[in-house]
């Protein structure tokens, strides 16, 4: 993982948090991951002026504030509109992926109860982001 990039993942539920956490682990994706634990810590954590982040793994049904509202506040605002946002929901709504889609989410990704899908999936996410993945300096 480059050294500058950090990946946030937003996550409100512990299960699936630690799930996240062991896939990026096996991954050799772990190194700066930051965690928030519901929308309104992502929120907190992207606006504090010293966040560095390479890109967002966001859920969208958390308490206090929505996925749909930390994209829709990331997308509204100078220092966070181009940062990639993945969406990693258990949604299977349509309404859901289209939102996502309209609010700027840069991919859409439904989380796998195959531990072995899931952790491929979030290693070929993270390394596409974190690794290949270019974005402008400001």
Same mark, same amino acid.
């Given at each position: 993982m480059g050294k500058d990039k950090v990946m946030l993942l937003v996550e409100d539920d512990p299960d699936d948090m630690e799930f996240a956490l062991l896939?990026?682990?096996e991954n050799g994706l772990d190194e700066n991951v930051v965690i928030a634990r519901d929308g309104q810590e992502a929120l907190d954590y992207l606006f504090s002026g010293n966040? %560095? /982040?390479g890109f967002v793994l966001l859920d969208l049904k958390? +308490?206090?504030v929505d996925g749909f509202e930390v994209l829709h506040q990331m997308r509204s605002t100078g220092a966070t509109c181009?940062? +990639?946002?993945?969406?990693l929901s258990s949604s299977n709504e349509e309404r859901d992926l289209e939102a996502?889609?309209?609010?700027? /989410?840069n991919g859409y990704v439904r989380k796998s109860l195959?531990? %072995?899908e899931f952790s491929d999936a979030i290693g070929r996410i993270g390394r596409f982001w974190l690794e290949l993945n270019e974005v402008p300096c400001s």
């Open positions: 896939a990026l682990r966040a %560095s /982040a958390m +308490p206090r181009n940062l +990639p946002v993945v969406i996502c889609y309209r609010l700027g /989410a195959d531990y %072995s």
